[in-house]
């Protein structure tokens, strides 16, 4: 069989070389949105081109295949325009062109940057493209991410779970620090993400501005057809005879052309066919033709483009605040719409356009140097922020209200629930808005005991603070409050002289909120704090300022610092009863020009830091000593910092969980070097990292930015560990009263549970076509070995599908399985 197999591939690719040559010719229009024009003209622009294109493959279909028209949209956006603004008729004849291969569109809403954006974001982004699929029997097998020079690995297994198959990247080759230039490695490839899934990726070396490498190859497509053709550079660096030229609108409002149809007539010959093309059929052709031979590629390339969201650090870190709150927000709502059926449809409208603008907000223009004035632009992004977390503040509350009122209760005294929509079971604190008499004594139902709790001020409000014990997965517990005084619980720990510690660890925190010491009591007494540069942990830079305990309790005290340098900023740093977790919150509170980053020096030899990018946990090395960036075409000065980066080193590390940021410098890195020697983690605090001309000057005016980090000491590494301590710092408890119902239990409940610990439950939520579809359950098997598990629901499931990420039906599970690093996502019909 192996020579069988060998026999078929020289055979395929003989025939590929005797074959006439291919060029195919992908005509489009470059969507730089907010930048060369502003909504309302760009909207009006898609209509007209899809419009024209719709007339042109109409005029052409009798035409041979070659030369009929074709047209390639730049996101799906183009789609959800038309679908909005033309009549039903109208978006039916589009849905017919699309199905012809006609018209084809990307699973990806836009052109974007997505080094700064969380997983879950990159995924609601496409919601739109997958409902399309499911109502008209379709599949979007693209996706693509234009014009910046750099790319996240994590994102081909993101796009892979979706549905696409197929890739194209051309870049800018402008504004950039990036070594673009260079020759890539591989010309055409199998991009191999972390679970081992793949996408076909042409990403050619740049030729320059408007030829090939570019984001509009066929600028002037008659040129290129000569220089792929004759030009020696490009026979060297692409030996395949299937040639795709992408691209024609570059920065164009509008591309109303029938030039590729007239081109690729003029210069087929007999040697060379010249194919109007939708992209699909050129990748299609490479597959059949090159695909087992094909090289493979697993890398990260850093970010560029990206990096420019930091612009507007505070709007950015509310969408992301926003997307995480998202999971608990769907959770409860998943319980409600059991009951309920119509609580989620009634909102479809809203949650669609919340997805859109979630593949909208990371657009690749941050750069915010074209016709349109930053202040319009920054005012975009503002909007779109606010009407993200508009959609999910509301539906986490209306949610958490309506779980309330289905709890059963008995009794006249208050309760409480304190629901946890992570899939493990977890001890943490829960806050309540309380403004009731003291004392008061706070009873856990399910063990009849009473628990920790304490009355603590939060943003001017009281709230009754209670530590929580083993509140089940993916469901809640519930509690009573008693007036008089309860038992006397011993202090959480203690805050003074500029020292806070309990029985695990002793903190010292400088004045200027740093923290100069970490000591570990449970390790002998190891310090984990190293000055680096003049840094420390959590240090914003040098100045002074003043130190005060609050909140000390039974359940939690707290160590606040004030200061004017360099940044007016609060720092506090919280310590818990019995927790390995230590809670730093930052409010920076004055606006600033200058980049600045907050240091996390730690006291570690030979650290090794893996941190979670976008869709992957990565090893922060270059790949030629055993990391996961390219040697090569790569930018290592600000990587991608998503929930958590961890540092290990002989025997002993440190989990850095981050609430807020995108970003993180590695030690010295600089854009060329990638240091991973230096055992310091600088989160970006915000900044135009390339200058005033690239982002949004000034921060777009904000004077306050809420910037939260954690920390856990641990002896090895462990990826599934650091996930779920990171998850639960950044998915607290949602505490509620309980108003009284029939639906569930009145002292505890679990909804699903996930067998394998290191497969962890990322989002459970109604299916989108309403919770008479199922529940939708993704999970993301963070280790690097495949792992089998169950997922056990508290109602007996009567059919399970596996999903594309964007809910589309694959097939019926007949068992549950991941591969390493893999996310899956199911549909559970419940009896």
Request: aromatic share 10%; hydrophobic share 40%.
């Amino acid at each position: 069989m192996p020579q069988l197999a060998a026999i078929l591939l020289v055979s395929a690719a003989l025939l590929a070389q005797e074959a006439p040559k291919r060029v195919y010719l992908a005509p489009d229009d470059h969507t730089d949105y907010m930048w060369t024009a502003d909504e309302a003209t760009y909207r009006q622009a898609f209509l007209e081109m899809l419009d024209y294109y719709l007339a042109q493959a109409d005029q052409t279909a009798k035409a041979p295949a070659d030369y009929q028209s074709r047209w390639n949209c730049d996101g799906s956006l183009w789609m959800w325009i038309y679908e909005k603004h033309r009549s039903a008729a109208q978006f039916e004849r589009l849905i017919h062109r699309i199905r012809t291969g006609h018209i084809s569109v990307p699973l990806t809403a836009i052109v974007s940057c997505y080094g700064g954006k969380p997983a879950e974001a990159v995924l609601r982004g496409m919601y739109y493209a997958g409902s399309i699929e499911r109502r008209y029997n379709l599949r979007f097998e693209m996706a693509g991410a234009m014009e910046n020079q750099t790319q996240p690995w994590g994102l081909s297994a993101l796009w892979a779970g979706s549905g696409a198959r197929y890739s194209w990247k051309g870049v800018c080759g402008c504004a950039s620090r990036s070594p673009y230039k260079r020759d890539r490695e591989h010309e055409l490839y199998w991009d191999v993400g972390p679970d081992g899934s793949r996408l076909l990726v042409k990403w050619n070396s740049f030729f320059g501005a408007g030829s090939l490498g570019g984001y509009a190859e066929g600028r002037r497509p008659g040129e290129a057809i000569d220089l792929v053709d004759s030009n020696e550079r490009f026979l060297k660096l692409y030996p395949y005879r299937v040639i795709g030229v992408f691209g024609k609108g570059s920065d164009d409002l509008k591309t109303l052309s029938s030039e590729f149809v007239n081109v690729a007539r003029k210069t087929t010959t007999p040697a060379r066919r010249v194919i109007v093309s939708n992209e699909l059929d050129y990748f299609k052709d490479v597959e059949t033709s090159y695909g087992p031979s094909l090289p493979t590629q697993s890398l990260s390339f850093g970010n560029e483009w990206d990096l420019y969201s930091a612009s507007m650090a505070e709007v950015s870190g509310r969408v992301r605040r926003a997307v995480e709150r998202l999971r608990a927000a769907e959770a409860l709502a998943t319980l409600v719409s059991l009951e309920d059926p119509a609580f989620m449809t009634r909102r479809a409208a809203t949650s669609q356009q919340t997805w859109m603008n979630l593949g909208l907000y990371w657009e690749h223009d941050w750069t915010a140097d074209g016709p349109i004035t930053r202040d319009s632009r920054a005012a975009w992004h503002r909007r779109l922020a606010g009407e993200i977390e508009s959609y999910v503040n509301t539906l986490e509350a209306d949610a958490a209200a309506a779980l309330s009122r289905l709890i059963r209760r008995r009794g006249s005294l208050p309760r409480f629930y304190a629901f946890n929509p992570l899939g493990w079971t977890r001890t943490d604190v829960a806050d309540l808005p309380y403004s009731g008499g003291q004392p008061v004594k706070v009873i856990d139902l399910k063990t009849g005991r009473e628990t920790a709790s304490q009355v603590v001020p939060i943003g001017g409000k009281s709230y009754l603070r209670v530590l929580a014990q083993d509140v089940p997965a993916a469901g809640y517990k519930v509690f009573e409050v008693r007036p008089g005084a309860g038992q006397e619980f011993p202090a959480a720990g203690q805050a003074a002289g500029g020292v806070v510690e309990n029985d695990i660890y002793r903190i010292t925190v400088a004045d200027r909120g740093a923290i100069t010491s970490l000591i570990d009591k449970t390790r002998g007494n190891r310090e984990f704090a190293r000055t680096i540069d003049g840094r420390v942990i959590n240090d914003l830079g040098p100045g002074a300022g003043t130190l005060k305990a609050e909140n000390a309790g039974p359940v939690s005290v707290t160590l606040a610092a004030t200061a004017t340098e360099p940044l007016n900023h609060t720092t506090r740093v919280t310590l818990y009863r019995g927790s390995r977790r230590i809670d730093i919150r930052n409010d920076i509170n004055q606006n600033f020009s200058e980049t600045h980053a907050w240091s996390y020096a730690f006291n570690l030899d030979q650290p090794d830091v893996r941190h979670e990018e976008v869709g992957a946990v990565i090893r922060a090395k270059l790949a030629s000593q055993g990391g996961h960036y390219s040697d090569r075409n790569a930018r290592y000065d600000w990587l991608t910092l998503n929930h958590f980066a961890d540092m290990t080193g002989q025997g002993a590390g440190v989990t850095l969980s981050n609430a807020d940021t995108a970003f993180m410098r590695l030690g010295r890195s600089t854009v060329k070097e990638l240091d991973t020697a230096t055992p310091q983690i600088s989160p970006l605090a915000g900044g135009q990292v390339d200058g005033p001309k690239l982002g949004i000057p000034r921060q777009g005016g904000d004077t306050h930015f809420l910037q939260r980090f954690a920390l856990r000491t641990h002896g090895g590494y462990d990826a599934a560990s650091a996930m779920r301590f990171a998850l639960e710092h950044q998915n607290p408890l949602v505490a509620a009263p309980v108003a009284g119902g029939s639906a569930y239990p009145e002292d505890a409940f679990s909804a699903i549970t996930v067998s394998n610990p290191n497969v962890l439950l990322w989002a459970w939520k109604p299916a989108e076509e309403g919770i008479g579809r199922g529940i939708i359950a993704r999970v993301w098997n963070v280790s690097d070995r495949p792992a089998r598990f169950t997922l056990k629901t508290w109602r007996r499931v009567a059919r399970i599908w596996q999903t594309t990420h964007i809910e589309t039906n694959l097939k019926p599970a007949v068992d549950t399985s991941a591969a390493r690093w893999q996310f899956r996502t199911y549909r559970l019909e419940l009896e």
